[in-house]
């Protein structure tokens, strides 16, 4: 279904790619042969940045000049060399002079490689790169490959992705590590206390379901991971206007990013306890839809009445999160399209992320600007936690006010956890609205790849942070 998730060989014989800074290219220039400067000249190649020229080395085999971003850009993106993998004519690459960070551009080149496939051939034969020597190829490879995974299950429309196929594939990554699994389906939920996630998916053809997998060593730092998998939302009976529902086939996004990251971690055979936990259901519409102002007890024993029928993944979340919370993991993160306030306050490209415990927050900061994978932190505002005390109820599922929307879910959410020092939640968009490098235009996967490198880290010093 996918391609770009693999590198080749290295080769001598692939046609070498020298990255030059604008700044850097006229001594770049003069060490080159005369035939290469007057090809230059005429083609008015002068190193800037995203530019390429293709001429003939001193044996007469093609060469690939690419202008890189230079130092004095404010705004350096990492992932530039991805422009390469779809600027390039076919054929087969390998990194040359300048490349600063080998692994990197690597990563960024497969990562913009990505297509999507199902229902669409790929136009042209892409552009392929050799591993650069003296990388971690088999580490490129599994993030590239576990990207594609999850971009796939977003792309994928509703109609071939909903609950019963997608916990098809939660189950598929599973038996393929030969994990433990668990599905508790339909009114099972009710018999096994998981009323919220029952409540929101009940009006659905497909019905709703928890599915859960646990791998690892018993003695490992123990890891949970929850993901929002809703499939499609159509806002329930307060139904969302149609061009809310344009992207809403990317709802599950957060069960998407769940088992990205989650393929990571089995792939490089991390050791850790890890237990992954996707509450799947489709918000629909039909007589047994549930309403707002309905009250439900939750698995945690809380009582909560139903704010807003559109507000339905902090609800399937929240007995997730109480499930999670009772076997005591050492972290527990959870992933979820969530608000439409978190893209007002950072937009797609920056999803804000919530924890109780500084230390951590520090730690998720550092990986996310060392790979590249950005995210910020937004408070737990504490004041702001009155506005979802429940009238007749212990909880509303919305707050009372207007304002704040993506901290007020994030504190509904954290009213569902034992201990919120070790739990952080993302809200994540999990899509690229326009193609950039390394993020081509469709379903994308956020935080992932930051928080493998985390809890590899914490893996190896035998701690949770």
């Known amino acids: 279904m996918t391609v770009g998730a693999k590198l080749e060989d290295w080769s001598s014989g692939a046609t070498a790619i020298d990255f030059a800074a604008k700044e850097d290219w006229p001594e770049r220039r003069a060490r080159l042969p005369e035939a290469v400067v007057r090809l230059a000249a005429v083609a008015g190649f002068e190193a800037r940045p995203g530019s390429l020229l293709i ?69 042209n034969e892409k552009a392929r790169l050799c591993a650069p020597q003296g990388v971690d190829r088999a580490h490129i490879e599994r993030i590239a ?11 994928t429309p509703t109609n071939d992705m909903g609950p019963e196929a997608l916990a098809e594939a939660a189950l598929a990554l599973a038996a393929k590590y030969e994990a433990k699994t668990r599905v508790i389906v339909g009114d099972a939920l009710l018999a ?72 990571m971690l089995l792939d490089g055979a991390v050791p850790v306890r890890l237990r992954v936990l996707l509450p799947i259901v489709e918000n629909s519409i039909s007589a047994s839809a549930f309403r707002t102002s309905d009250i439900y007890r939750s698995r945690k024993g809380l009582t909560v009445e139903i704010g807003n029928t559109d507000a339905e ?4 979340l929240a007995d997730a999160l109480a499930y999670a919370s009772e076997d005591a993991p050492d ?34 900061a550092v990986q996310g600007r060392a790979t590249n994978d950005p995210v910020w932190r937004l408070p737990l505002w504490d004041n702001y936690d009155s506005g979802l005390d429940g009238k007749i109820a212990d909880v509303s599922s919305t707050s009372s006010g207007a304002f704040a929307g993506s901290i007020t879910a994030a504190l509904f959410l954290r009213r569902f956890v034992s201990d919120p020092s070790r739990w952080a939640h993302f809200d994540i968009y ?35 942070t």
């Open 313 to 316: 993944g902090r609800l399937i």
């Open 192 to 263: 096994e206390n998981f009323p919220l996630i029952h409540a929101v998916g009940r009006a659905a053809a497909q019905a709703p379901r928890l599915v859960e997998f646990e791998h690892g060593p018993e003695d490992g730092l123990r890891v949970t991971l929850v993901g929002k998998g809703v499939c499609f939302d159509t806002g329930g009976l307060d139904i969302k206007p149609s061009s809310a529902m344009q992207l809403m086939k990317k709802d599950m996004g957060g069960a998407a990013t769940t088992l990205a990251l989650a393929s």
């Open 331 to 364: 972290l527990l993160f959870d992933f979820a399209t969530l608000t439409g306030a978190a893209r007002v306050a950072l937009g797609p490209e920056l999803p804000p992320f919530y924890t109780g415990d500084d230390a951590l927050a520090e730690e998720i």
């Open 145 to 155: 490959s576990a990207v594609a995974l999850g971009r796939d299950l977003i792309n």
């Open 430 to 464: 999990g899509w690229n609205p326009s193609t950039k490098p390394g993020r081509p235009e469709g379903g994308e996967i956020q935080a992932a790849r930051l928080l493998y490198d985390l809890i590899e880290a914490g893996a190896a010093q035998g701690r949770a």
């Open 55 to 123: 001429a003939p080395d001193v044996e007469g085999a093609p060469r690939v000049f690419f202008g890189a971003e230079g130092k004095a850009k404010k705004a350096r993106d990492p992932f530039f060399a991805g422009k390469l993998a779809t600027a390039l004519p076919a054929g087969l690459y390998r990194f040359g002079e300048g490349v600063e960070a080998p692994a990197q551009a690597a990563l960024a080149f497969l990562l913009s490689s990505y297509s999507f496939t199902r229902y669409k051939a790929a136009k």
